[in-house]
């Protein structure tokens, strides 16, 4: 098990070390550089994981990650967010939804470098402080 852990081989500090030394040098705090670090790692971690299950042997049962099961579901439903969608939740392709989710990560660090509004630190949340976004308008 992953989770939980705070892995302490050579091989994974270097890593971090290298990831931790870029966000740094291009101007982040560490408060900043930190959580950037372990937003890039455990979205690499949490996609790999996915991306692992949508892979299925020849023979095998798909079980849960059975692509036509997810569509009769939404599609039986009363989910219209969901159905409309569908082609881009069901894509297959990988790269461009890992390409898509890392660069908003990178996007949100290189917005704290513009000078955003930054929430306050705080040792409880990192959210203290944050502005409430407006409610989204429909229409």
């Known amino acids: 098990m992953f989770a939980g852990t705070y892995v302490a081989q050579d091989n994974t ?5 290298v990831l931790l030394g870029t966000l740094s040098d291009a101007g982040l705090s560490p408060r900043a550089a930190a959580w950037g670090c372990w937003s890039i790692v455990y979205y690499v971690i949490g996609f790999t994981l996915e991306e692992q299950a949508l892979v299925v042997r020849p023979g095998a049962d798909p079980g849960k990650a059975d692509p036509a099961r997810f569509r009769e579901a939404v599609e039986r439903g009363a989910y219209p967010h969901l159905a409309a969608a569908l082609p881009h939740l069901l894509s297959t392709d990988t790269e461009a939804r890992f390409r898509y989710g890392l660069g908003l990560i990178l ?3 290189e917005a704290e470098l513009e000078g955003a509004p930054r929430p306050r630190e705080s040792r409880s949340s990192p959210h203290v402080g944050a502005k409430k976004r407006a409610p989204r308008r429909s229409g």
């Open 13 to 17: 500090l270097r890593v971090s070390e």
């Open 107 to 109: 996007k949100g660090l």
